[in-house]
């Protein structure tokens, strides 16, 4: 009986551990995509102060800079004003699921800033 129990107790720190690492990756993704968005937005910014290209090519160059592959919010934009906004929001609603609701809503917010200057 006593074996069973801490063979019990072993699956269930063995399940636990597992659990907290699956959990901890998500945290640990959502930080790395963060940190490409701060970047990304670094870059925005300087490009727009020194180089005044049009938004369209500006995206074009930081998703090739910055991101490795297609799945992110500036190479999905549309760059045309009467849409920008709502081509931004579609865009940062189809990148990666580790960004939580409050992120995504202050990705969409400078979005709309972005389309107001």
């Not at 699921?97 to 969409?108: C, L, P, Q, R, V």
């Amino acid at each position: 009986m006593i074996i069973i129990k801490l063979i019990m107790l072993l699956f269930i720190c063995l399940i636990s551990s597992y659990l907290g690492i699956l959990k901890a990756k998500t945290f640990e993704c959502r930080e790395e995509n963060l940190k490409k968005i701060n970047n990304s937005l670094n870059m925005l910014k300087s490009k727009i102060e020194f180089t005044h290209e049009p938004l369209g090519d500006i995206f074009k160059d930081i998703s090739k800079v910055i991101y490795s592959d297609k799945d992110n919010i500036f190479i999905n934009v549309n760059s045309r004003n009467n849409q920008f906004f709502e081509s931004w929001c579609e865009s940062v609603e189809k990148i990666d699921n580790s960004f939580t609701k409050e992120d995504k809503e202050i990705i969409k917010t400078f979005g709309k800033q972005l389309r107001k200057n």
